[in-house]
């Protein structure tokens, strides 16, 4: 009787260890020009680059899901990659495996981040653990992996404490129409639209209605009067 289960639990442990080891995960995949400019390794202008990779043979028929700020990006299989092209701030990255693993950041603008998801033996499917690499580890693994199509755009995720934009122009539009409907003071309305904004570029998005200057043409600053009939 211990004979036998021993036999099924070597079987098991037979058959685990083959899939862990043999077989390929399918995920979509990016472009070869797409990849080719993520491996230049250049961030674009005012954002910092997130290179996600994963570079081991082991576990290639499991795919492991990777979620960003609580945005599903997509799997990851053997010998694969994501970039993502993020705003300065913090972010939580999360591998669900087996187990989940978790790893937070801060990223600064103008530079490249290096994140490698190391697959290891798990007891049913493989597990995984994501760990901070510098550069000069990180590239080698990106060179030699393939760029994945992630499922959501990168403006779409945004660093952690951050209010979405839509969130943003609604509130003001909010105290906009209480300044007009007498509720608020103009000194009220101007505190609390410097509480909401940075930038007056974001202020004027909303108030023309999401068209920055549509001539083109810069503002003379010049009021303009009726022109005589």
Not at 64 to 88: C, E, H, W
Not at 157 to 170: C, E, H, K, R, V
Not at 203 to 219: C, E, Q, R
Request: net charge positive; glycine share 8%.
């Amino acid at each position: 009787m211990q004979l036998r289960l021993y036999a099924k639990v070597l079987m098991g442990f037979l058959c685990i260890t083959t899939l862990l080891v043999s077989g390929c995960a399918s995920v979509p995949m990016a472009s070869l020009a797409q990849d080719s400019t993520a491996k230049s390794f250049t961030p674009q202008v005012g954002k910092a680059s997130l290179y996600i990779y994963r570079d081991e043979i082991l576990g290639s028929a499991i795919p492991m899901t990777v979620i960003v700020n609580g945005k599903n990006i997509g799997q990851t299989a053997s010998k694969t990659y994501f970039r993502l092209d993020l705003l300065p701030g913090e972010y939580s990255i999360d591998s669900l495996s087996e187990n989940t693993s978790s790893l937070t950041l801060v990223m600064k603008e103008h530079n490249n981040y290096f994140v490698w998801q190391e697959v290891k033996m798990g007891m049913w499917m493989a597990r995984s653990l994501l760990q901070q690499v510098d550069e000069k580890t990180g590239r080698p693994g990106v060179i030699e992996s393939k760029l994945i199509k992630t499922q959501v755009a990168d403006k779409e995720i945004l660093p952690l404490g951050s209010t979405p934009p839509d969130a943003t122009f609604n509130k003001l539009r909010q105290l906009n129409q209480l300044r007009q409907d007498g509720v608020i003071t103009e000194e009220e309305f101007k505190q609390q639209k410097g509480k909401l904004y940075s930038s007056k570029e974001d202020v004027m998005k909303v108030l023309t209605g999401g068209v920055k200057n549509p001539t083109g043409k810069k503002s003379s600053g010049k009021k303009v009067c009726c022109s005589k009939a």
